[in-house]
């Protein structure tokens, strides 16, 4: 039980074109949704938290208008990176878990290459 | 500020045993998770320590000395498979998880 996927895994874009990684919770009801970015050789970086049905919390430097994200349900949270730049590129990884629960289960991570 | 200190890199030999250090300073404590991550991948869950002591859980065993601000993570009988990297974060009086940045460990045949 408790799987998150993540999709897609690598996605190639253009610079200046909008790209959208979705995270869904396959066998729970995820009520908080994390979003992380990790650069090469690097740690995870909390980008934002979302509750469902509540707008994201951004971290300090987080561009909130560039790194849109929704968590319209239950099971799904979505982040978008709008007119991405050669230096969004990332690996980007989404982690999720229920009310209650210590620990949060992570997605596959998505490789996002702004070309 | 926070700060989560475990070393960048630590090599070893198939079949031995290494351990693996982080050291916290962190607003508050509720919990210390151990991750690990192959390259390319997301992390994956290792242990969740939250009271003083050894978990032990087949070939890894998490330790964790509140009042020492520090854990380690133990690998016996490794495996090449083990080479990856080992993340320790904790979760602070937020709830938010802080996360170290990691230790690269090679296994050598």
């Known amino acids: 039980g408790a799987v998150v996927s993540q999709h897609p895994s690598w996605v190639i874009c253009k610079s200046g074109t909008s790209v959208k990684i979705e995270c869904r919770s396959l066998?729970?009801?995820?009520?908080?949704m994390f979003w992380y970015r990790q650069f090469p050789k690097q740690s995870l970086m909390l980008m934002a938290t979302s509750n469902e049905g509540s707008k994201a919390t951004y971290e300090q430097g987080v561009e909130k208008d560039k790194f849109l994200i929704n968590h319209a349900s239950l099971t799904l949270s979505t982040l978008t990176v709008t007119s991405a730049h050669p230096e969004d590129s990332s690996f980007y990884i989404c982690?999720?878990?229920?009310?209650?629960?210590?620990?949060?289960?992570f997605g596959q991570g998505t490789r996002l290459t702004v070309v | 500020g926070q700060n989560i200190d475990q070393p960048t890199e630590m090599t070893a030999t198939e079949g031995a045993i290494v351990q693996i250090n982080c050291t916290y300073q962190?607003?508050?404590?509720?919990?210390l998770f151990w991750y690990q991550q192959h390259a390319g991948e997301a992390p994956t869950f290792l242990s969740y320590n939250v009271l003083d002591g050894l978990e032990e859980k087949g070939r890894f065993s998490s330790f964790l000395s509140r009042s020492k601000g520090y854990s380690y993570l133990l690998l016996k009988e490794l495996q090449m498979k083990d080479s990856a990297s080992y993340l320790c974060?904790?979760?602070?009086?937020?709830?938010?998880?802080?996360w170290g940045a990691g230790t690269k460990l090679i296994i050598k045949p």
């Open positions: 982690s999720a878990r229920w009310a209650g629960e210590t620990e949060a289960f």
């Open positions: 066998d729970f009801q995820a009520t908080t």
């Open positions: 962190t607003s508050g404590f509720n919990g």
């Open positions: 974060a904790v979760k602070d009086s937020n709830y938010q998880l802080i």
